[in-house]
């Protein structure tokens, strides 16, 4: 069973950082495609970035590109996602979400077969 469960949210104010951790069970997470995706009240989920089984494939979202860093670490079944430069809007829940194929571009909802229940980040101007 795949289970990725996330932490670390919490409250900043606007210019700090944050770093999320998601852990996943799985024998072979090393070949899981990671993504993370937010989620702000009464918006639609929004994607934020995706790593592949290489640390050398990675993709953001426009409007995190240049302040979030998506690492991980495959010795620890975790994947981290290290946020600075924290604006207002960047307060969201942020949701880590796993495709066990490996295969998946990973942008896209649909791509991912599991969900971690998702930790709540508030970022105060």
């Known amino acids: 069973q795949v289970q990725p469960v996330e932490s670390g949210g919490g409250l900043v104010q606007a210019g700090g950082s944050l770093r999320l951790s998601c852990a996943v069970s799985?024998?072979?997470?090393?070949?899981?495609?990671m993504g993370w995706f937010r989620q702000a009240p009464g918006k639609a989920r929004e994607f934020v970035a995706v790593?592949?089984?290489?640390?050398?494939?990675?993709l953001y979202g426009d409007s995190v590109k240049g302040r979030f860093t998506i690492t991980r670490d495959n010795a620890k079944n975790t994947v981290y996602l290290q946020m600075n430069s924290l604006k207002p809007g960047d307060t969201a829940v942020y949701y880590c979400?796993?495709?066990?194929?490996?295969?998946?571009?990973?942008?896209?909802?649909?791509?991912?077969?599991?969900w971690g229940q998702g930790t709540q980040v508030t970022v105060s101007s």
């Open positions: 979400a796993a495709d066990p194929s490996g295969l998946r571009n990973g942008v896209a909802e649909y791509e991912y077969g599991y």
């Open positions: 799985g024998r072979t997470f090393s070949i899981y495609t």
């Open positions: 790593i592949r089984r290489s640390n050398a494939y990675t």
